[in-house]
């Protein structure tokens, strides 16, 4: 999902944004500032891949807070004043909302983010594999994941996420069909449609599910009966 936060010296502004962003499945809100000084202050510290910025601010204004950022997030100016959009296009800004915003111009704008952040798409053919190890290409990166790292893959419709120990999520643009033959069988099993789980990871199964901290993975009957296969082989009797 698309890491994004939102920035507006409007309570009830930020508080619109927020209804949208929550209903809209690619997006994830990572926090509200009534700030860019707030904002500047939390993305020290966090990733975030996009930003819905409002223009006039206190202290600091939107369109000035996005010039400091170097390589930084994609950017949505949302504000009152049509004035200024030449100059958001100017610093590549993705869109430009004119308040007050309707929820089907900001997912039009959204969708332009979300086919620039997956512009470079992952391909079968483009996961680069070896013994212990393979490369996936996230956002604008090409990412070395150890196998080792791994706990559990979850598909989401078009993408996949990885869950890796002890680090953050990665996020691909491929299916969860194609990612299972580039993974070893002997390590890695399909339990459901929409997960793949490490086998040397599992410590505990609860009721046809596994459990990753507070994390239930369902055992789906479709592949139910290889599962309890590969228990059986482990199973002290």
Avoid at 66 to 83: D, M, R
Avoid at 226 to 236: N, P, R
């Amino acid at each position: 999902m698309i890491r994004c936060i939102t920035i507006d010296d409007e309570p009830l502004a930020l508080k619109q944004m927020a209804a949208y962003i929550e209903k809209t499945p690619f997006l994830d809100l990572r926090g509200q500032f009534e700030s860019a000084l707030s904002a500047m202050s939390f993305m020290a510290d966090n990733t975030v891949d996009l930003l819905f910025v409002d223009i006039n601010m206190p202290d600091l204004n939107g369109m000035d807070f996005v010039k400091t950022l170097n390589n930084g997030p994609k950017v949505i100016f949302t504000t009152a004043y049509s004035e200024y959009a030449l100059e958001g296009f100017k610093v590549n800004a993705v869109d430009y909302l004119l308040k007050p915003i309707a929820y089907t111009d900001f997912l039009k704008a959204a969708g332009k983010a979300k086919d620039l952040y997956f512009s470079d798409p992952v391909s079968a053919e483009s996961v680069g594999h070896g013994d212990n190890f393979l490369f996936i290409k996230s956002e604008y990166k090409v990412i070395r994941i150890n196998y080792a790292d791994i706990r559990y893959i979850e598909g989401m419709r078009e993408y996949v996420r990885i869950f890796l120990d002890n680090e953050a999520p990665v996020m691909a643009l491929m299916s969860i069909k194609k990612l299972v033959e580039h993974l070893p069988p002997d390590t890695f099993m399909r339990v459901h449609r929409s997960f793949i789980v490490h086998l040397n990871k599992i410590t505990t199964i609860e009721r046809s599910r596994i459990v990753f901290d507070k994390t239930y993975i369902p055992i789906s009957d479709q592949y139910k009966e290889t599962f309890q296969e590969f228990v059986d082989k482990k199973f002290l009797k």
